[in-house]
């Protein structure tokens, strides 16, 4: 059941083998918990025993077998949550599980500001800004205030970033006027709307003017972001790095270090 | 209420005081000055609704008309009501359209005109106020009508995107116990300075608040609240840029609570210091009005600092915003002051720490419905481990006698909750109360003991903060970053150019009734 065993390893202990399956107590039982709620109703009789039914259906289907209805409770008139337990008769095959290395590591708050501590010595400056006629800060505000996004705070909460947020409707000159004058170390600039290829416009720009006004030096890193933007596109765009839907704060963070602050 | 921490009475005076002393530039800084938001409140209160066709509200198009001929420094009604009475307009609406078309030369009158202006100003305002008041009376003939919960009420959260999706799961959350329903905005809403018009059906992890919105949840909870027989509050957020317009279309559709926090904006949002203050204290004169909860947002300030370090900075702004608060007009009764249960549990004695704080909160305001958050930077993914915290949470809450309690749940920081995450922390709240009513009254921290100790450890840190503020001045201290971590100086952020100084013959028609009463 436990796939196939090939002599102890160098240490004595058994090596670990290429097909397991859930452990509940027992190795091989294959035992698991799920709980779920079903939109049936749980009051009289007929009703719970047609909701039981239902719930061992929906875990035999999910591969459970034999399958426990541990507890069924009616919440409201119309729903009914379970707690099931059960075997699985799946196998995990070890051999088979690939790993997408992601190109900078994850990294928590107190590692960020340990790296631009370690890596710069001083405080890593951040710029945003929505440019042209972007009035939608969300994007932008959600990666930069203290407030955040999906239960990570902004880059104003690391205490060895600096952040100027320019706000809405920033030309580009003045983008990067202050860009200079504050001495930033990368420019977050987002773009929300879209039409007439907007974004794509408003990126090439900034990064035209950033490359014309720092010729011969080392411009700030240029990161731009926006739910329109294609990952794959920052080289096209001449960009240093895009950031699509989703992207929390705590990447934004992670990614700058990497590329500004190397241990 | 029998006190159990020993406090002595003259460093709650002298906290009281300090933060009086603190908070009361900034009273005359709103004294002095009035905001666009403020303005559009006023155009709100008598009357003006609707949007133009890209959905800007016509009290936005209004207001920016008035600024851009006659100046907003001796407030819109003079110059509004003024234009309304010579172009015989047969409402504000018809005077916005034209307004907003560049029809209208709004100058300030005076001599006759301006008497007459104001008089007509005042009198669509008095139907405003009126309105208010009618709903307030409303709440007390629905409150006599069904029941008001016994407290600690407790408080549910809905935030689909879409109110008409919300609508059934805020019943729902009624059915199953809740007694107040917060309705969760949309991100971002907060730095709109603009409220959104009519039902909408899309937001960003939250639904917007509009007046429609309001009109629509309330009556469904009208509903729900006549089959229970148990009046079901609803709550939503006055803060950010537009904090005086939601107030007042709170007021006038019978919200029950509102989130309205004198620093939350500054400092989580980065709205500009002045203005947020000016905002607030016209909000605030409106909820005290409408009869209206408020809930403030010392839950934020332990989020983003260690919630041992920071106890006091909670006490510190519970004490500006009672200030403030008591001085726009709000009861004790309408102070829901806010903190939270976010203590590391890998801390030794967390639990006791927790029950220190909450006990000297509820000491220091006997009479305030207080807000109880819970855990939510310390919950990992690991539900069930989150669940017992949540129960701890709930313990701390009912031992130390909170007023109303945020309901946590084992799946928060992962998804907005299932029907099942909400029905089991009910099921744990419910256990807690059940189990452990009578603690509260058996629970006597021994003097000088741990409690004790730790409750005046945390007030002596905050009569030094509050101290240290009275020095710099409270604006200095925020440009500081004393709250929170962030420097928030007096004239950044957003929002500043909508912050006008008061001329001389300056003219709220609606702030004269609301003082007037108070």
């Given at each position: 059941?436990?796939?196939?065993?090939?002599?102890?390893?160098?240490?004595?202990?058994?090596?670990?083998?290429?097909?397991?399956?859930?452990?509940?107590?027992?190795?091989?039982?294959?035992?698991?918990?799920?709980?779920?709620?079903?939109?049936?109703?749980?009051?009289?009789?007929?009703?719970?025993?047609?909701?039981?039914?239902?719930?061992?259906?929906?875990?035999?289907?999910?591969?459970?077998?034999?399958?426990?209805?541990?507890?069924?409770?009616?919440?409201?008139?119309?729903?009914?949550?379970?707690?099931?337990?059960?075997?699985?008769?799946?196998?995990?095959?070890?051999?088979?599980?690939?790993?997408?290395?992601?190109?900078?590591?994850?990294?928590?708050?107190?590692?960020?500001?340990?790296?631009?501590?370690?890596?710069?010595?001083?405080?890593?400056?951040?710029?945003?800004?929505?440019?042209?006629?972007?009035?939608?800060?969300?994007?932008?505000?959600?990666?930069?205030?203290?407030k955040?996004?999906?239960?990570?705070?902004?880059?104003?909460?690391?205490?060895?970033?600096?952040?100027?947020?320019?706000?809405?409707?920033?030309?580009?000159?003045?983008?990067?006027?202050?860009?200079?004058?504050?001495?930033?170390?990368?420019?977050?600039?987002?773009?929300?709307?879209?039409?007439?290829?907007?974004?794509?416009?408003?990126?090439?720009?900034?990064?035209?003017?950033?490359?014309?006004?720092?010729?011969?030096?080392?411009?700030?890193?240029?990161?731009?972001?926006?739910?329109?933007?294609?990952?794959?596109?920052?080289?096209?765009?001449?960009?240093?790095?895009?950031?699509?839907?989703?992207?929390?704060?705590?990447?934004?963070?992670?990614?700058?270090?990497?590329?500004?602050?190397?241990? | 209420?029998?006190?159990?921490?020993?406090?002595?009475?003259?460093?709650?005076?002298?906290?009281?005081?300090?933060?009086?002393?603190?908070?009361?530039?900034?009273?005359?800084?709103?004294?002095?000055?009035?905001?666009?938001?403020?303005?559009?409140?006023?155009?709100?209160?008598?009357?003006?609704?609707?949007?133009?066709?890209?959905?800007?509200?016509?009290?936005?198009?209004?207001?920016?008309?008035?600024?851009?001929?006659?100046?907003?420094?001796?407030?819109?009604?003079?110059?509004?009501?003024?234009?309304?009475?010579?172009?015989?307009?047969?409402?504000?609406?018809?005077?916005?359209?034209?307004?907003?078309?560049?029809?209208?030369?709004?100058?300030?009158?005076?001599?006759?005109?301006?008497?007459?202006?104001?008089?007509?100003?005042?009198?669509?305002?008095?139907?405003?106020?009126?309105?208010?008041?009618?709903?307030?009376?409303?709440?007390?003939?629905?409150?006599?009508?069904?029941?008001?919960?016994?407290k600690p009420w407790i408080y549910l959260i809905v935030a689909?995107?879409?109110?008409?999706?919300?609508?059934?799961?805020?019943?729902?959350?009624?059915?199953?116990?809740a007694d107040i329903i917060a309705v969760i905005r949309?991100?971002?809403?907060s730095?709109?300075?603009?409220?959104?018009?009519?039902?909408?059906?899309?937001?960003?992890?939250g639904?917007?608040a509009?007046?429609?919105?309001f009109?629509?949840?309330?009556?469904?909870?009208?509903?729900?609240?006549?089959?229970?027989?148990?009046?079901v509050r609803l709550t939503n957020y006055a803060s950010g840029?537009?904090m005086?317009?939601i107030a007042?279309?709170a007021g006038?559709?019978r919200l029950d609570m509102m989130l309205n926090d004198c620093m939350y904006g500054?400092i989580f949002r980065?709205?500009?210091?002045?203005?947020t203050?000016?905002d607030q204290?016209?909000s605030r004169?409106v909820h005290a009005?409408a009869g209206i909860v408020i809930n403030t947002g010392e839950d934020n300030y332990l989020t983003?600092?260690?919630?041992?370090?920071?106890?006091?900075?909670v006490v510190?702004s519970q004490l500006l915003n009672e200030?403030f608060g008591k001085?726009a007009?709000l009861a004790d009764a309408q102070l829901g002051l806010g903190h939270a249960f976010e203590?590391?549990?890998?801390?030794?004695?967390?639990?006791?720490?927790?029950?220190?704080?909450a006990?000297?909160v509820r000491?220091?305001f006997?009479d305030a419905p207080l807000k109880y958050m819970p855990?939510t930077?310390?919950?990992?993914?690991?539900?069930?481990?989150?669940?017992?915290?949540?129960?701890?949470?709930?313990?701390?809450g009912?031992?130390?006698?909170q007023s109303i309690l945020l309901i946590g749940?084992?799946?928060?920081?992962?998804?907005?909750?299932?029907?099942?995450?909400?029905?089991?922390?009910?099921?744990?709240?419910?256990?807690?109360?059940?189990?452990?009513?009578?603690?509260?009254?058996?629970?006597?921290?021994?003097?000088?003991?741990?409690?004790?100790?730790?409750?005046?450890?945390?007030?002596?840190?905050?009569?030094?903060?509050?101290?240290?503020?009275?020095?710099?001045?409270?604006?200095?201290?925020?440009?500081?970053?004393?709250?929170?971590?962030?420097?928030?100086?007096?004239?950044?952020?957003?929002?500043?150019?909508?912050?006008?100084?008061?001329?001389?013959?300056?003219?709220?028609?609606?702030?004269?009734?609301?003082?007037?009463?108070?």
């Amino acid at each position: 059941m436990t796939g196939p065993a090939s002599p102890g390893g160098p240490e004595g202990r058994p090596p670990e083998p290429a097909v397991i399956r859930p452990y509940g107590d027992t190795t091989g039982d294959g035992r698991v918990q799920v709980s779920f709620t079903l939109p049936v109703p749980f009051g009289s009789e007929e009703e719970r025993a047609r909701a039981e039914g239902a719930a061992l259906q929906l875990a035999t289907a999910m591969g459970l077998e034999p399958a426990m209805v541990v507890h069924a409770k009616g919440m409201g008139q119309d729903f009914t949550f379970f707690i099931v337990y059960g075997r699985v008769s799946h196998l995990v095959d070890l051999s088979q599980v690939t790993v997408v290395p992601r190109e900078f590591p994850l990294l928590s708050s107190a590692e960020v500001n340990l790296r631009i501590r370690g890596g710069l010595g001083r405080k890593l400056v951040v710029l945003g800004a929505c440019i042209g006629t972007d009035a939608h800060t969300v994007g932008i505000d959600a990666i930069l205030n203290v407030k955040g996004h999906a239960g990570e705070k902004g880059l104003e909460y690391y205490r060895e970033m600096r952040v100027v947020n320019l706000g809405a409707q920033v030309d580009v000159d003045k983008l990067v006027a202050r860009t200079r004058a504050e001495r930033a170390d990368a420019v977050l600039v987002s773009q929300v709307v879209s039409q007439r290829e907007a974004h794509l416009a408003g990126a090439r720009e900034v990064s035209a003017a950033l490359r014309a006004t720092y010729a011969g030096e080392r411009a700030p890193l240029l990161v731009v972001g926006g739910p329109r933007f294609d990952p794959a596109m920052a080289a096209d765009l001449g960009v240093d790095k895009i950031f699509g839907r989703g992207t929390t704060p705590r990447e934004v963070a992670s990614y700058l270090v990497h590329a500004l602050a190397a241990a | 209420m029998e006190p159990k921490l020993g406090l002595d009475q003259a460093v709650v005076r002298q906290a009281r005081a300090l933060a009086q002393a603190a908070g009361q530039p900034i009273v005359e800084l709103a004294r002095t000055h009035t905001t666009v938001s403020v303005e559009r409140a006023v155009l709100r209160l008598a009357g003006l609704d609707g949007a133009d066709e890209d959905g800007m509200p016509w009290v936005n198009r209004l207001v920016e008309a008035v600024r851009d001929s006659a100046g907003l420094e001796h407030g819109v009604a003079l110059p509004a009501w003024d234009a309304l009475l010579a172009g015989d307009y047969p409402g504000l609406g018809e005077l916005a359209r034209d307004a907003a078309a560049g029809r209208v030369k709004f100058h300030l009158p005076e001599g006759a005109d301006a008497t007459a202006a104001r008089r007509a100003a005042a009198a669509a305002l008095g139907r405003g106020i009126a309105t208010i008041d009618a709903r307030r009376a409303e709440r007390d003939a629905m409150i006599r009508d069904t029941s008001d919960p016994p407290k600690p009420w407790i408080y549910l959260i809905v935030a689909t995107g879409d109110i008409y999706e919300d609508i059934p799961q805020a019943q729902a959350a009624a059915r199953e116990g809740a007694d107040i329903i917060a309705v969760i905005r949309s991100t971002g809403q907060s730095l709109l300075d603009y409220v959104p018009e009519g039902a909408t059906r899309e937001g960003y992890a939250g639904t917007y608040a509009t007046r429609e919105n309001f009109r629509l949840m309330r009556a469904a909870l009208d509903d729900v609240s006549r089959e229970l027989g148990r009046y079901v509050r609803l709550t939503n957020y006055a803060s950010g840029l537009c904090m005086p317009e939601i107030a007042a279309l709170a007021g006038l559709e019978r919200l029950d609570m509102m989130l309205n926090d004198c620093m939350y904006g500054i400092i989580f949002r980065d709205i500009n210091p002045r203005r947020t203050f000016i905002d607030q204290r016209f909000s605030r004169q409106v909820h005290a009005r409408a009869g209206i909860v408020i809930n403030t947002g010392e839950d934020n300030y332990l989020t983003t600092a260690d919630a041992v370090d920071a106890a006091h900075t909670v006490v510190v702004s519970q004490l500006l915003n009672e200030f403030f608060g008591k001085e726009a007009g709000l009861a004790d009764a309408q102070l829901g002051l806010g903190h939270a249960f976010e203590i590391n549990p890998d801390v030794p004695d967390s639990f006791v720490l927790e029950l220190a704080h909450a006990q000297l909160v509820r000491e220091l305001f006997p009479d305030a419905p207080l807000k109880y958050m819970p855990p939510t930077k310390h919950m990992t993914g690991n539900v069930f481990a989150g669940y017992l915290l949540d129960a701890f949470f709930n313990l701390a809450g009912v031992m130390t006698d909170q007023s109303i309690l945020l309901i946590g749940m084992m799946t928060e920081g992962i998804h907005t909750p299932f029907l099942s995450d909400r029905d089991l922390a009910l099921e744990n709240a419910r256990y807690v109360a059940r189990a452990a009513a009578r603690l509260g009254e058996n629970f006597r921290p021994p003097p000088g003991g741990f409690v004790q100790q730790r409750a005046h450890q945390v007030l002596g840190e905050a009569v030094d903060l509050l101290r240290r503020i009275g020095r710099d001045g409270l604006l200095g201290a925020i440009a500081d970053g004393t709250f929170g971590i962030t420097r928030r100086p007096a004239d950044g952020g957003r929002g500043l150019d909508g912050v006008i100084t008061r001329a001389d013959g300056y003219f709220n028609p609606a702030t004269e009734i609301l003082e007037g009463a108070s």
